[in-house]
């Protein structure tokens, strides 16, 4: 009986399918917090004014900083992407209900979990191979 899950599943696990899947997951993750944090960088003030309107102190902003860009490079690198994961996923967790918990913003609340839950995957899996995380452990 053909199953579509053992196809998909027997290509993917290939060694080197794998690593490049887990690569580009990696990448795709690490986007979204680079353009966010870089944003943030550029647009300081008015980024405090925006926490500050939603009840969160302005001056978190160089912690938010950290993880969302510090957090994007070291998921597009794959370093120390367990650890990078586990905080970005329990960010995206909280940035939900701080600033996407109202009825109006519920598309931009599940997008927060739906990251979280990779997050939560690559934290469980790992960077792969193509990573420096996989040159250090090597060691």
Avoid: C
Wanted: charged letters at 10%; a neutral charge.
């Amino acid at each position: 009986m053909f199953n579509p899950n053992v196809v998909v599943k027997n290509i993917v696990t290939q060694s080197g399918v794998a690593n490049v899947v887990t690569l580009i997951a990696r990448l795709l993750l690490a986007y979204i917090f680079l353009v966010a944090g870089w944003g943030k960088i550029v647009g300081y003030a008015g980024t405090v004014g925006y926490m500050e309107s939603m009840g969160v102190p302005g001056a978190l902003l160089p912690l938010v900083i950290l993880v969302e860009f510090g957090g994007g490079l070291a998921l597009l690198f794959g370093f120390q992407t367990r650890f990078a994961s586990l905080g970005l996923g329990i960010f995206s967790i909280l940035t939900a209900f701080i600033f996407h918990g109202g009825p109006d913003d519920a598309i931009n609340f599940m997008k927060n979990f739906a990251m979280a839950g990779g997050f939560f995957m690559l934290m469980l899996y790992g960077a792969g191979r193509i990573s420096l995380d996989h040159l250090i452990e090597k060691q």
